[in-house]
């Protein structure tokens, strides 16, 4: 029996060499991994050796010979290969240790040169890998440490016939695995910035298993996406107190997160199964968040708060004044943190700025996925277009900008109400824009007279606007377009709305 170990993680690596060999392993390795076995004083032969080949261009080429992939690959039920072998001298190689160069992990660093990058792809050894696990019912591939021990628990007691071939073809598969999100990174990182390749390989590792997904009876988990700009978004995430995250926080944290982090001044948003109830901003902190609760705090009750400044004392305290699942927040003061930590089911969340954004937005469906670039587009109220016989005034266009960027983070058909820089009233995620208009206006009662109105597409109908009119409103923004615009501006201009064109629509399905 022969083993080949060649890797990069060393994690157990002489254990198992020295296990191998007390089974009867002969042991085969190259570079460092022969080193480390050798300095433990485990016997180990050179690829070189095995190969009569020397290791060439600075070790480019070690294993890359039909001495290392005819006793990986040859069939053991068929004569006719076995019979080439023995011909050419060549033994068979029963079982590999392998993993290979941490390539994502080189190119996360912001210096790297594409150099540095290329001389970290390795060619030999998921070679090697995928010609093991091709061959999985006669030759073992580990390629993660943690299946060293059950493996070598079934070599001691019946030896090669006594690891079974569910056990053998489970290994292959995450041999497999193993190679494609290597080489995903890989396609990444080579792949133009935004760029709608022909084919889109996705990678994923995962972090860990959740207690279950969006009901109890669904099993759940959550991976993190391999990535050559290193671990970014929820994966970069640290939870700091709390309970264990579930799948359904991890859904409304992100949207949560999504929309605080949209705003350039301090902002607080307050997402409630994954729909915005609250959403401010102002100069301190702790005004932002009594602003966006006050939007609806019947629907804040159980949400999850996102900041996207430091939380400090003060604010942690009118934080934990109230029912939340999870608050997040670029840092927290240690006061703040003793605060929070009161109310021990509470998750919080630091959320680190890696200051990597990803230029593609990738949505699983059923047997596809749906690619778009995000929706970043920053409201420019320079370019809109006054089309109401009354202007906005200078504070109700302050609030317009603040409920133009809002609106985006709603579910279409999405309607904002907001006064000031904070939402008074959110309407979204219904089947047609006059019901959104009416339950932004229910939500906001006596404080939608005197706001301002987003809404995220054209109103095709006037019946939203005269909603809108009839609940006070005085001034509105939407992209225009409709065949009925000119209908909509009349309502508008006979109740004294100021309305603006934007031209950008804000879909959020």
Known sequence: MRALLSVWDKTGIV??????????????????????I?????????????????????????????AIHGGLLARRDSPDQMAELASHGIGTIDLVVANLYPFGEVVSHPEVTLDDALEHIDIGGPTMIRAAAKNFPAVLVLVDPSDYEPVLDALAEGGLDGVP?????????????????????????????????HHLPLAGERMTMLRYGENPHQEAAIYRLLNPRGTRGVAAWRVLSGKEMSYNNYLDAVAAWAAAADFPGPAVSIIKHNLPCGL????????????????????AFGGVVALNRPVDAHTASLITDHFFEVVLAPAFSPEALDELRRKKNLRVVEVPDTGMEDPLEVRVLDGAMLVQTPDRVEPDPASWKTVTRRAPTESELESLVFAWRAVRHVKSNAIVLATGTATVGIGGGQPNRVDAVRIAVERAG????????????????PDGVEAAAEAGVTAIAQPGGSVRDEEVIAAADRAGIAMVFTGIRHFRH
Do not use: C, W
């Open 15 to 36: 254990e198992i060499a020295r296990r191998l060999h007390e089974i009867g392993f002969e042991l085969i390795s190259t570079g460092g991994t022969l080193r480390a």
């Open 38 to 66: 050798a300095d433990a004083g485990v016997p180990v032969r050179a690829v070189s050796d095995v190969t009569g080949s020397p290791e060439m261009l600075g070790g480019r080429v070690k294993t890359l010979h039909p």
């Open 165 to 197: 071939i569910k056990m053998r073809r489970n290994l292959a598969a995450k041999a497999f695995a193993h190679v494609a999100a290597y080489d995903s990174v890989i396609a990444a990182y080579l792949r133009p910035a935004g760029e709608f390749p």
């Open 280 to 299: 401010a901003t102002h100069d301190d902190l702790s005004q932002a968040f009594l602003a966006a609760h006050t939007s609806d705090p019947v629907s």
């Open 446 to 461: 006596a404080r939608a007279r005197g706001s301002v109105l987003a809404s995220d597409a054209f109103f095709p109908f």
